[in-house]
């Protein structure tokens, strides 16, 4: 089946340090993938998505490029924030028919101090 | 305009009870789901309806029951709660055949 695995954290950065987050999936066929971003208290919220490799999606100063040599999806932003403390999670979608089951990682929490 | 709202927001009951949480989506998407994010945030999906149909039922209880009266609405019914069912419980929609969820502000399920 359907899998991804993530950093599981906690990361902790100084403000305007480089963050990265990385992300490996295992997947049948050509799934589409995903950052959410979980802010403390709230649901989660889309952060970028990529549909194809080589695709890079692009949201917020956040990057991810869909690399499908290495299966991976690493989540990179070069000055990371103090509002940017969340928690992370990568995931994919597998097109099952007419629906799409989104299969998460753990979650990464990042918390930046000032 | 919420585009996703579940109700309620905190709900804290006591093992062997039965209890109900609510989904609407007011983006006029054809597909619902109920998510269940454990302590350690891990998320899984539990169910999925497309046109009030149940098209994705993972490995969940029987005492857990969707029912969908129209497609902005995708309720999770429980019965019997155990312990274990204490979690954060997220509804989702989407537009069929989009991959792009957008999900609700969650349901934090105690049970005591």
């Known amino acids: 089946g359907n899998s991804v695995t993530q950093m599981e954290g906690p990361v902790t950065l100084s403000e305007e340090a480089f963050l990265t987050i990385n992300c490996t999936y295992t997947?049948?066929?050509?799934?589409?993938l995903f950052w959410y971003v979980q802010y403390p208290g709230e649901g989660l919220q889309l952060l970028l998505k990529?549909?194809?490799?080589?695709d890079k999606g692009s949201n917020k100063g956040f990057e991810a490029t869909y690399r499908k040599e290495t299966t991976s999806f690493h989540l990179e932003k070069g000055s990371v924030q103090v509002s940017d403390s969340a928690v992370y999670f990568c995931?994919?979608?597998?097109?099952?028919?007419?629906?799409?089951?989104?299969?998460f990682g753990k979650g990464t929490l990042l918390t930046v101090n000032p | 305009d919420t585009a996703v709202s579940q109700t309620p927001k905190y709900l804290v009951t006591q093992m062997g009870n039965d209890k109900s949480i609510k989904c609407e989506q007011n983006?006029?998407?054809?597909?619902m789901y109920w998510y269940k994010q454990d302590s350690k945030k891990f998320l899984k999906i539990m169910f999925s309806?497309?046109?009030?149909?149940?098209?994705i039922n993972e490995t969940v209880p029987n005492r857990f029951s969707p029912k969908s009266p129209d497609k902005a609405h995708l309720n999770l019914h429980i019965n019997s709660l155990e312990l274990g069912d204490s979690a954060v419980y997220f509804c989702?929609?989407?537009?069929?055949?989009?991959?792009?969820?957008?999900f609700g502000p969650g349901t934090r399920l105690t049970v005591l």
């Open positions: 309806y497309n046109n009030k149909e149940l098209i």
């Open positions: 990529a549909t194809k490799a080589d």
């Open positions: 997947a049948t066929g050509y799934p589409s």
């Open positions: 989702a929609s989407s537009q069929a055949r989009k991959n792009e969820q957008f």
């Open positions: 995931a994919l979608s597998d097109s099952g028919g007419s629906n799409y089951k989104l299969t």
């Open positions: 983006l006029g998407h054809d597909t």
